[in-house]
């Protein structure tokens, strides 16, 4: 892999061996990295580190369930252009004017590399994965309203997230590089931590990582807390100015970490009223 770039993870995002190892394989092979992983494991956040590592602009897209690939390379604005012909002074005969490249198409058509995040893909429909593979194993696609063709000057870093909503076809994923991202271990999340908080009490920081794993493991929890969660917490704690030692009784702001009425009602079966904690 001399030739190609390689990814070692930024200052601000913390990637493991085996992560690293899958990105730096996707920029060989120059194929999508399909990332997995429960929410708040990193998974879109990796589409951004790739770029800050590279100096690479981020193109981000959204899917949603009613996405499809042809939305991703351009779309006809006929509403725009239907206003312009009956208020505007707009000249509403050349169409290219109301052609508007979607972010596939903007990858297509930039004058350098570009990281594409095609994020929460399971969103859409079953044949969205493998119309969109095919337009990137073509690299080029034609403005049906104009004829112009529009050729890809160069191959964008393609990242695609994915929740599990749905099986995803198996011929889509053999044009992938896959990796499942786990939820780190405690010591990896220290050094995630140090990153956001690099001043915090280290023994705050050890009783609240205690305190925060011990939520995550306990049965029937409906939305376990996440990492943007622990650090959102641990802010909290740090302004309120709570000691180590008050983790040891109770978790203060508990509604930082659990978001779901249940859950809460869970927690209390599990520990007890008394270590909810309270407001303040």
């Given at each position: 892999?001399?030739?190609?770039?390689?990814?070692?993870?930024?200052?601000?995002?913390?990637?493991?061996?085996?992560?690293?190892?899958?990105?730096?394989?996707?920029?060989?092979?120059?194929?999508?990295?399909?990332?997995?992983?429960?929410?708040?494991?990193?998974?879109?956040?990796?589409?951004?580190?790739?770029?800050?590592?590279?100096?690479?602009?981020?193109?981000?897209?959204?899917?949603?369930?009613?996405?499809?690939?042809?939305?991703?390379?351009?779309?006809?604005?006929?509403?725009?252009?239907?206003?312009?012909?009956?208020f505007?002074?707009?000249?509403?005969?050349?169409?290219?004017?109301?052609i508007?490249?979607g972010?596939l198409?903007?990858?297509?058509?930039?004058?350098?590399?570009?990281?594409?995040?095609?994020?929460?893909?399971?969103?859409?429909?079953?044949?969205?994965?493998?119309d969109?593979?095919?337009?990137?194993?073509?690299?080029?696609y034609?403005?049906?309203?104009?004829?112009?063709?529009?050729v890809?000057?160069?191959?964008?870093?393609?990242?695609?997230?994915?929740?599990?909503?749905?099986?995803?076809?198996?011929?889509?994923?053999?044009?992938?590089?896959f990796?499942?991202?786990?939820?780190?271990?405690?010591?990896?999340?220290?050094?995630?931590?140090?990153?956001?908080?690099?001043?915090?009490?280290?023994?705050?920081?050890?009783?609240?990582?205690?305190?925060?794993?011990?939520?995550?493991?306990?049965?029937?929890?409906?939305?376990?807390?996440?990492?943007?969660?622990?650090?959102?917490?641990?802010l909290?704690?740090?302004?309120?100015?709570?000691?180590?030692?008050?983790?040891?009784?109770?978790?203060?702001?508990?509604?930082?970490?659990?978001?779901?009425e249940?859950?809460?009602?869970?927690?209390?079966?599990?520990?007890?009223?008394?270590?909810?904690?309270?407001?303040?």
């Open positions: 892999m001399s030739d190609f770039p390689r990814f070692r993870g930024t200052a601000s995002y913390l990637a493991g061996p085996a992560l690293e190892a899958a990105v730096n394989c996707s920029l060989a092979l120059e194929r999508p990295l399909l990332v997995k992983g429960e929410p708040g494991t990193g998974k879109t956040l990796l589409a951004t580190a790739i770029a800050e590592a590279l100096d690479l602009e981020l193109v981000r897209w959204s899917v949603k369930s009613t996405s499809k690939a042809q939305d991703g390379l351009y779309v006809y604005d006929t509403v725009q252009r239907l206003y312009d012909a009956r505007g002074d707009a000249d509403v005969k050349d169409i290219r004017h109301y508007k490249p972010p198409g903007r990858a297509f058509g930039s004058a350098s590399r570009v990281v594409l995040l095609i994020d929460e893909i399971d969103k859409a429909d079953i044949e969205f994965p493998n969109l593979l095919d337009e990137l194993d073509r690299m080029r034609t403005v049906a309203e104009t004829g112009d063709e529009v890809a000057r160069h191959r964008p870093v393609v990242v695609l997230t994915s929740n599990n909503e749905k099986e995803l076809p198996d011929a889509f994923l053999r044009r992938c590089v990796h499942f991202i786990d939820f780190p271990e405690a010591e990896h999340m220290k050094r995630i931590v140090r990153v956001h908080h690099p001043a915090l009490d280290e023994e705050l920081v050890d009783q609240a990582l205690k305190s925060f794993y011990r939520i995550r493991t306990t049965d029937r929890l409906r939305k376990r807390p996440s990492t943007s969660e622990l650090i959102d917490w641990l909290v704690l740090a302004r309120a100015e709570v000691q180590a030692e008050r983790l040891l009784r109770e978790v203060p702001f508990l509604g930082v970490l659990l978001k779901k249940q859950d809460h009602g869970v927690f209390a079966e599990a520990y007890g009223g008394r270590r909810r904690g309270g407001a303040s």
